[in-house]
């Protein structure tokens, strides 16, 4: 996936939750459709930091389990895992490089540490990190 397609509304659901969260990191999943194009998110889940840091974040594995059955049962992939940054810019961190697991899926970076929001989508593997495109459609 060389994109990240984000609808305006769902964009803002997840730029208001990391505020909600801030101080710490917040996180969750985008799920859709692999598309030519891109990666295109038509479902948020908001998910909690287990790990309630401003600096780290950890799914539940619970939760985690449940998101991804739902996942199977809407017909939905994977496409993308957030995490904002509430006080760095919006770049993978030696951990978020460590802990990306999921080759596949697009990393997705939320800074707060700005008046206003940065999001930016990474793909990471064999510990570098790659900008790619992200685009929000009304
Ligand atoms: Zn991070």
């Known amino acids: 996936m060389n994109k990240l397609i984000i609808k305006g509304e769902?964009?803002?659901?997840?730029?208001?939750?990391?505020?909600?969260?801030k101080p710490n990191e917040a996180c969750g999943i985008m799920a859709g459709k692999r598309e030519e194009e891109g990666g295109r998110v038509t479902r948020v889940y908001l998910m909690k930091n287990t790990k309630a840091s401003p600096k780290e974040y950890l799914m539940e594995p619970?939760?985690?389990?449940?998101?991804?059955k739902d996942m199977?049962?809407?017909g939905l992939e994977l496409i993308s895992i957030?995490?904002?940054?509430?006080?760095s810019p919006a770049r993978p961190s030696a951990k978020d490089i460590a802990m990306a697991h999921y080759k596949e899926a697009i990393y997705t970076i939320i800074s707060l540490e700005k008046a206003k929001e940065v999001m930016r989508?990474?793909?990471i593997s064999d510990d570098k990190y790659r900008e790619i495109g992200l685009k929000i459609e009304e």
């Not at 769902?10 to 969260?21: G, Q, S």
């Not at 619970?62 to 991804?68: G, H, K, L, N, S």
């Not at 957030?82 to 006080?87: A, D, L, N, V």
Request: with cysteine; proline share 3%; net charge negative.
């Open 82 to 87: 957030f995490h904002s940054h509430p006080h």
């Open 62 to 68: 619970e939760e985690q389990f449940a998101v991804f």
């Open 10 to 21: 769902d964009y803002r659901a997840v730029v208001d939750y990391c505020l909600k969260e």
């Open 72 to 74: 199977r049962q809407k």
């Open 121 to 123: 989508a990474f793909l």
